[in-house]
């Protein structure tokens, strides 16, 4: 038997679209309306794929599944015997072809652009509820909606759209009404929901039909259900539950069958732990749930569906607009979404009258975040939009390629390879005079400057990768950038050649500063030491000894020349008394001291404040620091407050001595 794996794509919105497109195919094969390209399709196979598997065959079977993955199995021989269904970017691409051709087959969804796979996702689903198809319903019941989204996503058209599906599904001619709860007292919100009789309150002085009996036999949008007082909460809930009302002020009930979308900005979730919500009133009006995507999520909003919306609103210039104004319109957040991008493209075709729509037709707002940026960040707009009605010729392509790459001299060079900076430090704060030592300052200068040269390359170079792999650019433009890449490409080679040829050099390798670096690099403690710390603890160690004892400083060169610098080293600083021995010390112990402070400090997890550091977190860092001198460092305090506080809690200094 061949064994079916419903393996996921790790994206939770793909594997939702996986999921929903399963069902549909599954429900189709069950009900025998499947396809051969409907099994391919589940298995994720392509057209011809199903085709030379012959999968057709499997549509006669019992289980047309089960029989198709004996087919592919007997073709691809799997061990073990396991057929995976479709998840991979293949099939997602397959089935978001799926989703677009649902919604291209319901003329209820023409007023609704949308190109992306969470909008098409969404789509679908309202297909569904509208027609109750769906899992959470039996079939022919009018399931209560629920959409969810920011202001100007598009909830109402969608809502009507809903009802246009099942209005035609049903054969109905009632129509589509909408009640807008947001800013109305409660008790206007009461009567505008289930109306009153004559007589019901002052000032009552015929009956009035609610909303809902308006609707009777339609389909009614709440909209902003989330702004429904606690009142009108519970008789809403009451309604849904028998699809029964009594108007304010009578006591009959009235039988009424009327579909309930609901529509609101709110999180409801959010509502109900706060209180402002009924959660039974929640799970009633939820039973088919869409959420709208904001316009910021949409993948494709402003490539793909602005120029759809262009044309709706009557643009007719080709094209209806350039590809600087789309990328200033992507940058904006939309904060109203659908409704406040519609009213600037208005603002837009006024502006540009039958032309195309240009960046200077947009607003202010959207235009200057847009032409703050570097030009290399807009090159491609830079790059295809036409100029003054120009076409796009070989000068006019070479011109503006040519000043795209004069930008990147505005990319900002990295500091630098960090272990040369730290080098070339540490041998510039050593008193050394001779002619060898300046020529190694120089090296390791020269160094830290072609670092960062080679940095800066490689950064121009992945930022005109960057702008070649922008969708939609003519060849021209795509081959005047690839000649500019490879005269960038052989620069940054070629400073990897002087890079790798000033470290071949001799000046650093014969340095005495350089061999006792290198001894020092062996020793086990500092064996696993970062270089760069490593390398900012000697520098401070190197002045105190040139301050103190600036013999020290020829007498290593010469040891050096000798070999074994540092037992030689260490025997002198012994010889100079007992401040250069504190050093010697501290130098001995950098795995314990700067070298490691932040673990240090860290391990002994001492309070913020000092005066709360007991007398168990003194002995600790009595243990914890080779010297006085070692713990003030790292503690950041001078030596006498230490003593203070040691003799404060009655410890004994083991450090006197």
């Given at each position: 038997m061949i064994l079916i794996d419903e393996k996921l794509p790790a994206d939770p919105l793909r594997s939702e679209v996986v999921l929903h497109v399963r069902r549909h195919l599954r429900r189709a094969l069950r009900a025998r309306r499947g396809t051969s390209g409907d099994l391919a399709l589940l298995f994720g196979l392509s057209s011809k794929q199903g085709e030379r598997l012959k999968l057709h065959r499997a549509l006669e079977a019992a289980s047309p599944i089960d029989a198709a993955a004996e087919l592919?199995?007997?073709?691809?021989?799997?061990?073990?015997?396991?057929?995976?269904?479709?998840?991979?970017?293949?099939?997602?691409?397959?089935?978001?072809?799926?989703?677009?051709?649902?919604?291209?087959?319901?003329?209820?969804?023409?007023?609704?652009?949308?190109?992306?796979?969470?909008?098409?996702?969404?789509?679908?689903?309202?297909?569904?509820?509208?027609?109750?198809?769906?899992?959470?319903?039996?079939?022919?019941?009018?399931?209560?909606?629920?959409?969810?989204?920011?202001?100007?996503?598009?909830?109402?058209?969608?809502?009507?759209?809903?009802?246009?599906?099942?209005?035609?599904?049903?054969?109905?001619?009632?129509?589509?009404?909408?009640?807008q709860v947001a800013g109305?007292?409660?008790?206007?919100?009461?009567?505008?929901?289930?109306?009153?009789?004559?007589?019901?309150?002052?000032?009552?002085?015929?009956?009035?039909?609610?909303?809902?009996?308006?609707?009777?036999?339609?389909?009614?949008?709440?909209?902003?259900?989330?702004?429904?007082?606690?009142?009108?909460?519970?008789?809403?809930?009451?309604?849904?539950?028998?699809?029964?009302?009594?108007?304010?002020?009578?006591?009959?009930e009235r039988s009424i069958q009327v579909r309930i979308v609901a529509a609101t900005w709110h999180r409801l979730d959010d509502d109900v732990a706060q209180g402002t919500f009924r959660r039974d009133l929640l799970h009633r009006v939820r039973v088919g749930w869409l959420r709208l995507p904001p316009l910021r999520s949409r993948p494709g909003m402003f490539t793909d569906v602005v120029p759809e919306l262009l044309r709706k609103l009557g643009q007719t210039a080709v094209p209806p607009i350039t590809r600087s104004a789309?990328?200033?319109?992507?940058?904006?957040?939309?904060?109203?979404?659908?409704?406040?991008?519609v009213g600037v493209l208005r603002v837009a075709l006024s502006s540009a009258g039958r032309s195309t729509v240009r960046l200077e037709d947009l607003p202010p707002h959207l235009q200057r975040p847009y032409l703050e940026q570097p030009l290399f960040r807009r090159a491609p707009g830079f790059l295809c939009d036409e100029a003054?009605?120009?076409?796009?010729?070989?000068?006019?392509?070479?011109?503006?390629?040519?000043?795209?790459?004069?930008?990147?001299?505005?990319?900002?060079?990295?500091?630098?390879?960090?272990?040369?900076?730290?080098l070339r430090d540490f041998f510039a704060s050593i008193p050394d005079a001779s002619d060898e030592h300046r020529a190694v300052i120089q090296q390791l200068e020269r160094s830290v400057d072609l670092t960062r040269e080679q940095g800066r390359l490689v950064a121009v170079e992945r930022t005109l990768t960057k702008i070649q792999r922008a969708p939609g650019l003519p060849q021209e433009i795509l081959r005047a950038l690839d000649a500019e890449h490879?005269?960038?490409?052989?620069?940054?080679?070629?400073?990897?050649?002087?890079?790798?040829?000033?470290?071949?050099?001799?000046?650093?390798?014969?340095?005495?500063?350089?061999?006792?670096?290198?001894?020092l690099r062996q020793l086990p403690v500092f064996a696993k030491q970062d270089p760069v710390h490593l390398l900012q603890g000697f520098v401070p160690l190197v002045q105190l000894t040139a301050w103190l004892a600036p013999e020290v400083i020829e007498t290593v060169k010469a040891f050096a020349r000798e070999g074994n610098i540092l037992d030689r080293a260490r025997q002198l600083l012994r010889q100079n008394g007992p401040q250069l021995l504190e050093a010697?010390?501290?130098?001995?112990?950098?795995?314990?001291?700067?070298?490691?402070?932040?673990?240090?400090?860290?391990?002994?997890?001492?309070?913020?404040?000092?005066?709360?550091?007991?007398?168990?977190?003194?002995?600790?860092?009595?243990?914890?620091?080779?010297?006085?001198?070692?713990?003030?460092?790292?503690?950041?305090?001078?030596?006498?407050?230490?003593?203070?506080?040691?003799?404060?809690?009655?410890?004994k200094e083991r450090w006197t001595a």
């Open positions: 592919i199995a007997a073709a691809m021989r799997p061990t073990p015997p396991v057929i995976t269904l479709g998840h991979d970017d293949e099939h997602i691409a397959r089935c978001h072809a799926w989703l677009r051709r649902r919604k291209d087959e319901e003329r209820a969804f023409d007023s609704i652009i949308a190109t992306d796979l969470e909008m098409l996702l969404v789509l679908s689903k309202a297909r569904d509820y509208a027609t109750s198809h769906t899992p959470e319903a039996p079939a022919g019941s009018e399931i209560p909606i629920l959409i969810e989204g920011e202001t100007g996503t598009g909830k109402e058209l969608l809502a009507r759209a809903i009802h246009d599906i099942w209005a035609r599904e049903r054969s109905a001619t009632h129509g589509f009404h909408v009640v109305l007292p409660p008790d206007l919100i009461n009567d505008e929901l289930f109306g009153h009789v004559k007589g019901a309150f002052t000032g009552a002085e015929k009956a009035r039909l609610g909303r809902l009996e308006e609707a009777n036999g339609g389909t009614l949008l709440i909209d902003e259900i989330g702004d429904l007082p606690p009142a009108a909460q519970v008789r809403l809930l009451r309604f849904l539950q028998d699809q029964k009302l009594s108007r304010t002020g009578e006591n009959e789309t990328e200033a319109l992507a940058l904006y957040d939309w904060p109203g979404n659908l409704r406040e991008l003054d009605g120009q076409t796009l010729s070989e000068n006019l392509v070479a011109w503006r390629v040519k000043e795209v790459v004069a930008s990147l001299n505005a990319i900002a060079p990295p500091a630098g390879a960090t272990d040369a900076s730290a490879k005269i960038v490409t052989a620069r940054r080679e070629a400073t990897d050649r002087d890079v790798a040829a000033l470290s071949a050099a001799t000046h650093l390798n014969d340095s005495p500063w350089f061999k006792l670096l290198s001894e010697a010390r501290d130098t001995e112990s950098l795995e314990d001291d700067s070298m490691s402070e932040h673990s240090e400090v860290e391990a002994l997890k001492l309070p913020d404040k000092r005066r709360d550091w007991s007398r168990e977190h003194w002995q600790g860092i009595m243990k914890m620091f080779p010297s006085k001198a070692a713990a003030a460092r790292d503690l950041g305090i001078d030596v006498k407050t230490i003593s203070s506080h040691l003799k404060r809690h009655g410890i």
